[in-house]
């Protein structure tokens, strides 16, 4: 669940105790903790996990080499691109 979106609950539902808050050091073990509980819960079968976990980090890779760097704009000099089109614009129209 998305923090501060829905319902989260504090307490199982079943006999009312306390849940242990769940905390992972990296991203790729909360993957492969959903997985896991995907194919515990009969939702998935554990072949199909490991190709999406497969095509997932093919498609993060495929990304990542093929973003370009783009330089951050100073405030200023983005003021000043922008008033310089308007003022085209302006120049443009009869």
């Known amino acids: ?5 829905g319902r989260q609950s504090s307490v199982r539902p ?3 105790k ?3 808050p769940v905390s992972y050091s990296s991203f790729s073990s ?3 903790d959903i997985g896991e509980e995907r194919v515990c819960g009969g939702v998935h079968f ?3 996990i490991n190709a999406a976990n497969t095509l997932g980090a093919e498609i993060v890779q495929t990304t990542l080499n093929q ?3 783009v330089r951050e704009p100073t405030a200023l000099g ?3 691109t922008c008033t310089a089109a308007a003022a ?3 120049r443009r129209t009869p």
């Open 1 to 5: 669940m998305v923090p501060g979106r």
């Open 14 to 16: 079943a006999d009312g």
């Open 18 to 20: 306390p849940v242990t």
């Open 30 to 32: 909360l993957i492969s």
């Open 46 to 48: 554990q072949y199909s």
């Open 67 to 69: 973003t370009v760097p």
């Open 78 to 80: 983005g003021i000043l």
């Open 88 to 90: 085209a614009r302006r």
